[in-house]
């Protein structure tokens, strides 16, 4: 079984900086597309940023397009998420997901691995 395992998480204030990151481990051959996720309280979890298995294909949601990037170290089986500039609305439960098709990636597929979350706190 694919497991997925989060860091980074912290309280910050707006503005400020955090990256998160994702490793993967067990067998790993399944993991192609992988995306980060997130999720404030009272909301429903939607999706933040995604990437296929060869990174050539990346999705941002608008709320994050041009503070947040995406990236994958294939030789580490890891993928990480720079936040820059973040705000108090970027304050949730960020999860990391994996799914088994070699495709682009979207966040309206079912992704059937998940970590288990790391939580963001920005301050004002």
């Known amino acids: 079984q694919v497991q997925l395992l989060e860091s980074g998480g912290g309280s910050v204030q707006a503005g400020q900086s955090l990256r998160l990151s994702c490793a993967a481990s067990?067998?790993?051959?399944?993991?192609?597309?992988m995306a980060w996720f997130r999720q404030a309280p009272g909301k429903q979890r939607e999706g933040v940023a995604c990437?296929?298995?060869?990174?050539?294909?990346?999705v941002y949601a608008d709320s994050v397009k041009g503070r947040f990037t995406i990236s994958r170290d294939r030789d580490k089986d890891t993928v990480y998420l720079h936040m820059n500039d973040l705000r108090p609305e970027d304050s949730g439960i960020y999860y990391c997901?994996?799914?088994?098709?070699?495709?682009?990636?979207?966040?309206?597929?079912?992704?059937?691995?998940w970590g288990q979350g790391t939580q963001v706190t920005v301050g004002l």
């Open positions: 997901a994996a799914e088994n098709f070699y495709r682009e990636c979207g966040f309206q597929y079912k992704h059937p691995y």
């Open positions: 067990g067998p790993v051959i399944w993991v192609n597309t």
């Open positions: 990437i296929s298995s060869e990174n050539q294909h990346i």
